[in-house]
């Protein structure tokens, strides 16, 4: 069983930044692909970023393309996710996820199998 602990959620004001990170354990994260998702009340939780087992491919939602990045380092069992040039309107909560085939990136929440808690995001106008 993968277990997946988020953390660096906050309060920020508009255009500032966060590192979101997140610790797995149980096992090892370089068997799986990973991404992180948020849902805002109200919505539906949607991706917003996934990589491959070993980070040769990614993909981000347009709404954060250019402006987040995701990256991991299997040696840390850890997944990061630096999100810069916050919006109002990516104010959510952010999930990390993990799944398999590792080297397929998820295209749908469902195909994830492992989830940890969430962590908080707002940001002010």
């Known amino acids: 069983q993968l277990h997946l602990v988020e953390s660096g959620g906050g309060l920020v004001q508009a255009g500032g930044s966060l590192r979101l990170s997140c610790a797995a354990s149980g096992r090892t994260v370089s068997s799986y692909a990973v991404g992180w998702s948020r849902q805002a009340p109200g919505k539906e939780r949607e991706i917003v970023a996934t990589?491959?087992?070993?980070?040769?491919?990614?993909y981000y939602a347009g709404s954060v393309k250019g402006r987040f990045t995701i990256s991991r380092d299997n040696a840390k069992n850890t997944v990061y996710l630096q999100m810069n040039g916050l919006k109002p309107e990516d104010t959510a909560v952010y999930y990390c996820a993990a799944g398999v085939p590792k080297a397929v990136l998820p295209g749908r929440p469902a195909q994830f199998n492992y989830w940890g808690q969430g962590t908080q995001v707002t940001v002010s106008s």
């Open positions: 990589t491959t087992w070993n980070g040769d491919s990614t």
